[in-house]
Nanobody, 121 residues
Framework: VQLQASGGGLVQAGGSLRLSCAASGFTFGDNVITWFRQAPGKEREGVAC????????YYADSVKGRFTISADNAKNTVYLQMNSLEPEDTAVYYC???????????????WGKGTQVTVSS
């Protein structure tokens, strides 16, 4: 099982980034993929999730209207389009997979390594 997150980088406030999470080794369509982030000294928090089977999405209030999560089942890949980025979005971003879904960090079955996103003011 592998979840490979990529696409992080350094961007100015107001800019955009698109993160990718490539999945392999499990049945993609049976799972919910969640993006989490963790800033230094803070708890890991879920920001968005998508059900790979039916495309339903859910967002944390802090990113609603700015971030868009989507799944490409043909590529077993989930994307997180991040617009209007703020310095407060600076964190390591991780993707995770689970059958139950949601934004809670407990109950995830698989985790990928993170990708750093830094937003300068």
């Amino acid at each position: 099982v592998q979840l490979q997150a990529s696409g992080g980088g350094l961007v100015q406030a107001g800019g955009s980034l698109r993160l990718s999470c490539a999945a392999s080794g499990f049945t993609f369509g049976d799972n919910v993929i969640t993006w989490f982030r963790q800033a230094p000294g803070k708890e890991r928090e879920g920001v968005a999730c998508v059900s790979a089977g039916d495309g339903r999405t859910y967002y944390a209030d802090s990113v609603k209207g700015r971030f868009t999560i989507s799944a490409d089942n043909a590529k077993n890949t989930v994307y997180l389009q991040m617009n209007s980025l703020e310095p407060e979005d600076t964190a390591v971003y991780y993707c995770a997979a689970s059958r139950q879904g949601g934004l809670g960090k407990y109950g995830m079955d698989y985790w990928g390594k993170g990708t750093q996103v830094t937003v300068s003011s």
